[in-house]
T-cell receptor, first 113, second 114 residues
Framework: GNSVTQMEGPVTLSEEAFLTINCTYT??????LFWYVQYPGEGLQLLLK?????DKGSNKGFEATYRKETTSFHLEKGSVQVSDSAVYFC????????????FGKGTKLSVKP | EPEVTQTPSHQVTQMGQEVILRCVPI?????FYWYRQILGQKVEFLVS????????KSEIFDDQFSVERPDGSNFTLKIRSTKLEDSAMYFC????????????FGDGTRLSIL
C-alpha cells in the first residue's frame, strides 16, 4: 500500500543554516505530494505541493522537487529563520477516490537565534 | 482567507461517554475529511464524506464512529462509547475537489478520555 517515510527529528539548526528534511514514498500510480507545516498550537497548513514528476513546489523560501526515479520529495530551505520552528509533515495523495492524505510521522524543526 | 473551524479546542470526557466533535468547513468546499493524531504518532486518515455520504473510511473508523452533515455548514464526528485509546487530536479538513484541490485543515480538537 501507499506509505510515506520522513527523517526522524528533532532537527535543531542555527538561524540562516541550510535545511533539508528527507521524505520518500511508496505508492502505486501517480500520487500527488505535499508538505504541511504545523506551528505550535495550530493546525496543519499546506506549505507546498507537486502533482507530477519533476514538478517543483515552492513557498516562503521552501522548495521540494517530485523525483519519481528516487521516489523522493525532500524539503529544502536555503536560510532558516527562528519563525520556521514547527513540525513538518510530508504527505501523499494516492489513488483513493476521494483523495485522502497519507502522512509521514512529522519532523520537528527548532531554529535557534 | 476562509478557514476551517473546529470546536471545542479541547474536550475532556469520561470513558464510555459519547462525544461529538464539530467542524465548519470552508463554505464552497464539497469534500470533507476527519483525521486523527495520537500523541507522538503520525496523522491518520479516518473518513471522507461527499454528497451526504461516506466516500471512504479507514480501518480505524469502526462502528463506534459516525459522521454527519446536519445542516448546510456543520460537519460532525461522533464517537459513541469512547475508549482510552480514542485520546488524540482530531483534525477536520475540507477541499473543493478530491484530487486537484488542496485540503485545508482546522486547528484540531484535543480529545482526552479519562
Amino acid at each position: 500500500g501507499n506509505s510515506v517515510t520522513q527523517m526522524e527529528g528533532p532537527v535543531t539548526l542555527s538561524e540562516e543554516a541550510f535545511l533539508t528534511i528527507n521524505c520518500t514514498y511508496t505508492a502505486t500510480g501517480y500520487p500527488s505530494l505535499f508538505w504541511y507545516v504545523q506551528y505550535p498550537g495550530e493546525g496543519l497548513q499546506l506549505l507546498l505541493k507537486a502533482t507530477k514528476a519533476d514538478d517543483k513546489g515552492s513557498n516562503k523560501g521552501f522548495e521540494a522537487t517530485y523525483r519519481k526515479e528516487t521516489t523522493s520529495f525532500h524539503l529544502e530551505k536555503g536560510s532558516v529563520q527562528v519563525s520556521d520552528s514547527a513540525v513538518y509533515f510530508c504527505a501523499l495523495r494516492g489513488g483513493g477516490s476521494q483523495g485522502n492524505l497519507i502522512f509521514g510521522k512529522g519532523t520537528k524543526l527548532s531554529v535557534k537565534p | 482567507e476562509p478557514e476551517v473551524t473546529q470546536t471545542p479546542s479541547h474536550q475532556v470526557t469520561q470513558m464510555g461517554q459519547e462525544v461529538i466533535l464539530r467542524c465548519v468547513p470552508i463554505s464552497n468546499h464539497l469534500y470533507f475529511y476527519w483525521y486523527r493524531q495520537i500523541l507522538g504518532q503520525k496523522v491518520e486518515f479516518l473518513v471522507s464524506f461527499y454528497n451526504n455520504e461516506i466516500s471512504e473510511k479507514s480501518e480505524i473508523f469502526d462502528d463506534q464512529f459516525s459522521v454527519e452533515r446536519p445542516d448546510g455548514s456543520n460537519f460532525t464526528l461522533k464517537i459513541r462509547s469512547t475508549k482510552l485509546e480514542d485520546s488524540a487530536m482530531y483534525f477536520c479538513a475540507s477541499s473543493e475537489a478530491p484530487r486537484s484541490g488542496a485540503q485545508h485543515f482546522g486547528d484540531g480538537t484535543r480529545l482526552s478520555i479519562l
